[in-house]
């Protein structure tokens, strides 16, 4: 028997998990100083994972859950499918445009601009979700998921890089890092890779489709309590699958490995069935107002602070041996006096995450959304 999909009203839970995880970006990108930071806050150096390691995969999990919620509701409402590609098209260009312009800023260079991002991976991505979420029904979503993710491992493990030979998933060796070389040249991350690449971007278009399959199960005319219940039991079997495919193709941010799909959705799905249970169930939503006004803007929050991020690091102060940026300056001179360097830094941290939900109180109040 068919499933039945619900017109719900707006799911608040995803809002607000969207929230935590504007604010987890904005704690760990914005430290008083990168040589002060808890583990927790910093990325894995290679394989295995922190929980700064959860914060990527869980916008693009969240990118798919609302597919089925703003392209499925308006499907139902009749609008054309062509309609809907144009859209998303030219939303997926605008992103990516935007991604490349924050890369230009503040010294364009176009000899080693960096083309690949954050934001132009989640461009891309969105795209190709969006498309595959239009032509398939969740059985094709879920086969062409399993087919990027098992492609993926076999071709990073099978095929023969020059000069490497094969199987080969070191940091500046390996298939992936192999072809973004030839592909984008100087305009990487790094001299010789970049965390964002053309191939890594393949198996992140899995953790969208992981997404789209959490949103559509939440569309469904199924009881509440088993919608948080099938989350929490098929994100539990994500976790245990990414935990053993790690023995063959490990955890692996950078890479974007199939481990590391299954194991960051399966404690996404976790998470956003919690969340449907306490916000959208149970109805308990007071203490989740912060979150709210940081997940109705995220794109916003990306751009306006990557954009203060390069002011702080590039507005000089001070003189002499003392002259440096003023994010460094407000840092040493109000932070590190009263917490010292480890817990200043996080606490500069902290006041950017709180700098930014008066930032957005504005636009929240006003109804403005600017939105992935």
């Given at each position: 028997m068919p499933a039945v999909y619900l017109s719900a009203p707006r799911l608040q839970s995803l809002d607000v998990f969207r929230g935590l995880t504007v604010a987890a970006m904005l704690l760990v990108n914005n430290p008083g100083s990168w040589e002060?930071?808890?583990?927790?806050?910093?990325?894995?150096?290679?394989?295995?994972?922190?929980?700064?390691?959860?914060?990527?995969?869980?916008?693009?999990?969240?990118?798919?859950?609302a597919i089925p919620f703003?392209?499925?509701?308006?499907?139902?409402?009749?609008?054309?499918?062509?309609?809907?590609?144009?859209?998303?098209?030219?939303?997926?260009?605008?992103?990516?445009l935007l991604g490349i312009l924050l890369n230009a800023i503040p010294h364009f260079d176009w000899a080693t601009l960096r083309l690949p991002g954050v934001l132009q991976r989640i461009g891309v991505v969105y795209?190709?979700?969006?498309?595959?979420?239009?032509?398939?029904?969740?059985?094709?979503?879920?086969?062409?998921?399993?087919?990027?993710?098992?492609?993926?491992?076999?071709?990073?493990?099978?095929?023969?890089?020059?000069?490497?030979?094969?199987?080969?998933?070191?940091?500046?060796?390996?298939?992936?890092?192999?072809?973004?070389?030839?592909?984008?040249?100087?305009?990487?991350?790094?001299?010789?890779?970049?965390?964002?690449?053309l191939l890594s971007t393949v198996p992140a278009v899995g953790s969208a489709l992981l997404g789209i399959l959490a949103g559509s199960w939440l569309r469904t005319d199924?009881?509440?309590?088993?919608?948080?219940?099938?989350?929490?039991?098929?994100?539990?079997?994500?976790?245990?699958?990414?935990?053993?495919?790690?023995?063959?193709?490990?955890?692996?941010?950078?890479?974007?490995?199939?481990?590391?799909?299954l194991f960051t959705a399966g404690i996404a799905a976790q998470l956003l069935g919690g969340l449907y249970a306490v916000v959208d169930l149970r109805g308990h939503r007071s203490w989740a107002g912060p979150f709210f006004v940081l997940g109705s803007n995220a794109l916003l929050v990306f751009g306006l602070s990557g954009l203060l991020g390069r002011v702080l690091i590039n507005l000089m102060v001070g003189s002499g041996s003392e002259r440096m940026g003023l994010g460094g300056w407000i840092y040493t001179r109000i932070f590190v006096p009263w917490a010292g360097a480890l817990n200043g830094s996080l606490a500069y941290a902290v006041a950017m995450v709180l700098l930014f939900m008066l930032i957005l109180l504005v636009p929240y109040r006003r109804g403005w959304f600017l939105r992935f």
């Open positions: 002060h930071i808890y583990p927790p806050l910093e990325h894995a150096a290679w394989n295995g994972w922190t929980p700064t390691d959860l914060v990527f995969p869980f916008f693009l999990f969240i990118v798919g859950v703003s392209l499925g509701r308006r499907l139902e409402l009749g609008v054309a499918r062509s309609a809907l590609i144009g859209r998303i098209v030219l939303r997926s260009l605008l992103i990516v795209l190709l979700a969006a498309l595959i979420y239009l032509g398939t029904g969740w059985r094709g979503q879920l086969a062409v998921c399993a087919l990027l993710l098992i492609g993926y491992w076999l071709a990073m493990t099978m095929i023969p890089v020059l000069g490497v030979g094969t199987g080969s998933l070191t940091i500046e060796a390996n298939l992936a890092q192999y072809l973004d070389s030839r592909i984008f040249g100087t305009h990487m991350w790094r001299a010789t890779w970049d965390p964002e690449g199924r009881s509440g309590a088993e919608k948080p219940l099938g989350l929490f039991l098929v994100g539990g079997c994500g976790i245990i699958a990414g935990m053993v495919w790690d023995h063959w193709f490990p955890i692996n941010k950078n890479l974007w490995t199939s481990s590391y799909v």
